[in-house]
Every structure is written in C-alpha cells, then in structure tokens.
C-alpha cells in the first residue's frame, strides 16, 4: 500500500507503474486502487497518488487543512517551549495538542462530547489489541 503526503499526484510514478502492471483495478474500494505487476505482486495506491490526508477525505478539504495547519502550528509552539527538553529526533505531536485542536474543531462546529466516566476510562484502557 503506497500513499503520497506531497501535494501533487506527479510526486508517484503512476503511469510507469501502470506500464508494469498486468492489470490495473481503479476503485477496489473508495479511494484505493489496485495495481497487479507482470510478476504477480499487488500494490494499493490510496487517494489517486494525490495528497492522502485530502483525497481520502469524504468532505471538504477545507475541514482538513484548517485541522492540520492548527496541529502543526500549535506543536511548532509547543517544541519551541520544549526546545531545552527536546533531543534532535522526531517526535509524534503530543496528546495534548492533538486532543486541543480537536476540541477546537468542535467548538467552531457547535458539537459538544461527553467526558468518559472513570469506568468508561479503565475500560478503553484495558484493551490491549483490537478496536
């Protein structure tokens, strides 16, 4: 499975693939393509090759965008005043920032959660594998 977080569909060689590939199956399911090499390997190109986080998504892309420049932007924020505490590495954007931005993103939608209850808690933290 091979997907593209650049912005443009020409950042994968798409048509070369296809020229290597036996069959071509457009929309084995939504926003997923299969390829079947002449050797008998499949490869799934997810989102037409095209930025995945905006050709995967269902509604506007607008939506998305504005969640992600806010996640990054924030964890920009929160490394600058980590900077002391930080190693030269990569780092996931921390719970925090994620569930700030998310909560942000209801807010302006007028969408309210419930907060878990302390056995709705234990429970989610029990599971170890599975959804």
Not at 8 to 26: G, H, I, P, T, Y
Not at 49 to 58: E, K, M, V
Not at 105 to 114: A, E
């Amino acid at each position: 499975m091979t997907c593209n977080s650049g912005h443009f569909n020409v950042e994968l060689a798409l048509d070369d693939l296809a020229k290597q590939s036996s069959q071509v199956n457009r929309s084995v399911r939504e926003f997923v393509d299969e390829y079947v090499t002449t050797d008998g390997r499949k490869l799934y190109v997810l989102g037409e090759g095209r930025l995945i986080n905006l050709a995967g998504c269902p509604w506007a892309a607008a939506s998305v965008m504005d969640m992600s420049f806010a996640a990054q932007a924030l964890a920009t924020e929160w490394s600058v005043k980590q900077k002391d505490q930080l190693q030269h590495k990569v780092y996931n954007v921390p719970r925090a920032v994620d569930q700030w931005v998310a909560a942000l993103k209801l807010q302006t939608m007028g969408i309210t959660i419930d907060t878990l209850t302390e056995e709705q808690t234990r429970y989610l933290s029990s599971w170890e594998m599975g959804t």
